[in-house]
Every structure is written in structure tokens, then in C-alpha cells.
């Protein structure tokens, strides 16, 4: 369906699609976060969407976009591409209107997020791996579509779906007593941003709208920058649900007149959020929907006495990532690093390393040594944990010093992903 990019979300169609949601998608909580109130010396709170009951606000949009089709549209059945959240929105959205659907993922998209989308479908849904990444999967959901006269439900680049996206700005106003003075939403395709952002823009005009995005893939923040809605080249898939090589033409459209400020964020800082959450208030959350928390250092001197609120926009994180969070937090905190390091091939050579080289709260947690009796030295990849930031520099003297140092590898991420 070709929409004029002059399209702005009402508040009244909003309204509607509110209504419209209202019996399947949960009234999610504004909770205060006591701890990062502290640290920032603001009142921080979030939006809770990770505890809708596919576990991410797509839900409104999915379910507000084919709620909106007429009886035959929902006859002949409707076709989608998503690496998880969306595709769990349209998936519940097939079961309660028992209308069949054909849900395209990439086949690298995880067993347990394939597991949940068939669970939410129940017998309404098929789900087909192809291709690689969403972009991939795409394709072959337009030709599905154009095929089989099924309705392509786009993740985010609708005007149903903004609206649905949107109705979480209600919420959030009627959910405070109190002006709300920044709103931090994570930015992937950009109806969420879209959609609470020209909400708040009308019923709340003095807040302050800042979107996030994972540094590896800033393509809204690429495109306000150059004025128009590019694609980019390449990007870091890690933050999934937020990482797309193009934002929605409609939702550039209305973003570059109601965001007033784009961050971008490093994957190991979103990762250090994660596990914060985890361990200090019991939120389980995905990488994308710790995107607006991670965002709050960059804003600390702006947010001070602030009434803050953030968006926690998904939870479907896979238990499989964990080891890759915890490893990507602690190399962007400088606790982790990894060396080659020269062992001289003698007796007593890695005692003198543990002994000497290592101060005493420094931990090896990788170590990859193969010995050669016909050289002087032998190398090893040695992975190493810090205590503190401030103990590299020592280390690395140190081992200049006794000539174990051989190369530093942890700006090296190909070479790194080839030897850990």
C-alpha cells in the first residue's frame, strides 16, 4: 500500500487503535529504578513493555494493523519478515483473529525465538527459515505476498502499525502526574519513535525526545544527519532488535520532525546495561531494550532533577548470549584483553608469568599454547581479566620488561574472533 510520506499520526487514530488493542495488549507499568535515580541524582523510571505477553511492545502494532483488514484480507491470509519480536506480535495476532499467516525468519534467527512464534501461532501460523539476515527474509515474504494475494504486515514501516506503536505515549500520560521532561526511546526501524514521539509532540510538547540506537548500526541517526533516508553499507547485527540497515520511509518522515536528539550507544555498553538490570533489579532484558538505560551516561548532565522516563521496549533475550554479553561488557568496562605472549621454552617459564607477570588479582580465563622444540619461544593466546581498569598499563610494562609481550589483541576483532 503506497502512503504519502506526508502521513502524521493523530491522536485520535491513536485513541482508536488503543481501543481497538485494548482486550489483548497489556496496560504495562511505570516503574521507578531507584538505583539509576541515585546515580544520576534524577527521577528515572521505565516503561515496561518487556512485560507485555509476547514480551515486547510489537504486539500493538501487529495486532492494530490486522485488526484494521477487512474479512476477505484476513481470508486470504497475511505473510511477515522478523528476526523475533514482530514475528511473535503477528504470530498472536493470527491466533486470536484465527487468521492463517506465513511468518518469514532468517534461518540464523535462534530455536528458542522460532519456539515462541510457534507457540503464539498455534495452528494459524507457518514458519519458513530463509536467508540469512531480515533483510533476506524479506524478499522472500514480498514474493510470498505478491504470490498468494496475502497482506504484507511490515514490522514498522506502516501507518496502522505506528499508531498501534504509538498508543504506549497514552499509557505513559495518563500513567504520570508529573510533566515528563525527557523520553528515551530505542530507535530500530523507527515506528515506536514514530508513533510515542508525535503523541507526545501534541499532548506534550515540552518533553524532550531522544532516540537510541546501537553504534553498530546508527542508520536514523545517519539519515537525519544527511537529510534524507539512506541505507547503510554494513551494520553490527548484536543489538537484533534494533539494528536495520534502513529506517521506515513514513517513520523518517515524521522522525525528523519530533526527535529532538539521536545517541548512539556501544554494544558492550548495551551489555553492561543488561547485565546491571539482571543482577541488581531481576529484569531480564534484550539487547535492544536496554538501549535507552544505556543512553543515560551520555545524558547525565542534561537529566540532572529531571523526570525521566525510559522506554524497556523487549525481553526476549536468548540464554545462549549470555557468555557473549558478559564477554562484550567486560572488554568495553577494559577488564577483559587478550595478548599474544611469548613463552620462553624453558622449564619454569609459565610459573615465572604467573608469579611475576600477573598482578594479584589478575585472572587468566583463556589460554591456548602449543609447544615448538625447535624454536626459542613459543607463542600463546592469553586471555586475561582486570580487576581494575587501571591495571593494563602495568601489566603490559611488565611484560615488555621480562620479554613476554608479543601483540595486544583486542583491537584486532577479526584476528580476536578467529583465535577465541
Known amino acids: 500500500m503506497q502512503v504519502s510520506q506526508r502521513y502524521h499520526p493523530s491522536v485520535e487514530k491513536v485513541r482508536e487503535a488503543a481501543s481497538s488493542i485494548r482486550e489483548v495488549v497489556s496496560f504495562t507499568p511505570l516503574m521507578p529504578n531507584l538505583h539509576l535515580s541515585s546515580v544520576f541524582g534524577a527521577h528515572i523510571q521505565m516503561k515496561r513493555e518487556d512485560l507485555q505477553l509476547v514480551r515486547s511492545y510489537k504486539i500493538r502494532g501487529a495486532l492494530n494493523k490486522m485488526k484494521s483488514l477487512s474479512a476477505s484480507e484476513l481470508q486470504r491470509g497475511v505473510v511477515c519478515a522478523s528476526a523475533g519480536n514482530h514475528a511473535q506480535g503477528v504470530a498472536h495476532s493470527c491466533a486470536i483473529l484465527e487468521c492463517k499467516g506465513v511468518i518469514y525468519m532468517p534461518a540464523t534467527t535462534s530455536r ?71 523520553l528515551i526511546i530505542p530507535v530500530g526501524g523507527g515506528g515506536l519513535a514514530a508513533g510515542v514521539g508525535s503523541v507526545f509532540k501534541t499532548l506534550s510538547p515540552n518533553t524532550r525526545i531522544i532516540g537510541v540506537e546501537p553504534e553498530g548500526a546508527p542508520s536514523m541517526t545517519t ?10 553499507d554494513s551494520i553490527d547485527k548484536f543489538v537484533d532488535g534494533a539494528a ?7 517513520n523518517f518522515d515524521i522522525c525528523k520532525k519530533v526527535i529532538d536528539e539521536m545517541v548512539t550507544v556501544p554494544e558492550g555498553k548495551v551489555c553492561e546495561t543488561i547485565l546491571s538490570l539482571y543482577n541488581r533489579d531481576a529484569i531480564v532484558v534484550e539487547p535492544a531494550g536496554a538501549l535507552a538505560l544505556s543512553a543515560l551516561d551520555q545524558l547525565s548532565d542534561e537529566i540532572t532533577s529531571k523526570n525521566v522516563v525510559c522506554i524497556v521496549s523487549g525481553s526476549n533475550n536468548d540464554i545462549t548470549r549470555t557468555e557473549e554479553i558478559k564477554e562484550r ?32 588479582s589478575d585472572d587468566i580465563t583463556h589460554f591456548e599454547y602449543t609447544k615448538k622444540n625447535s624454536r626459542e619461544t613459543g607463542s600463546a593466546v592469553v586471555g586475561i581479566e582486570l580487576k581494575e581498569k587501571s591495571n593494563l598499563d602495568p601489566l603490559i610494562s611488565r611484560m615488555k620488561e621480562r620479554k613476554f609481550f608479543g601483540e595486544y589483541l583486542n583491537h584486532k576483532e577479526d584476528l580476536l574472533n578467529i583465535l577465541i
Request: hydrophobic content about 40%; aromatic content about 10%.
Open 223 to 232: 539519515s537525519l544527519k544527511e537529510g534524507k533516508n539512506v541505507s547503510l
Open 329 to 360: 561488557a567486560l572488554l568495553y568496562k577494559g577488564l577483559k584483553h587478550y595478548f599474544v605472549v611469548r613463552f620462553p621454552q624453558r622449564a619454569g617459564a609459565l610459573k615465572e608469568f604467573v608469579a611475576e607477570i600477573l598482578g594479584p
Open 244 to 250: 536495520v540497515q534502513k529506517v521506515g520511509d513514513l
Open 112 to 182: 528458542q525465538k522460532i519456539t515462541q512464534v510457534k507457540m503464539f501461532g498455534k495452528e494459524f501460523v507457518d514458519v519458513r527459515l530463509e536467508g540469512d539476515t531480515f533483510d533476506d527474509a524479506k524478499v522472500h515474504a514480498l514474493i510470498f505476498a505478491q504470490t498468494n494475494n496475502a497482506t504484507f504486515i511490515h514490522p514498522f514501516d506502516d501507518p496502522e502499525i505506528i499508531d498501534g506503536q504509538a498508543t504506549v505515549a497514552l499509557e505513559l500520560l495518563e500513567q504520570t502526574n508529573k510533566p515528563i521532561d525527557y
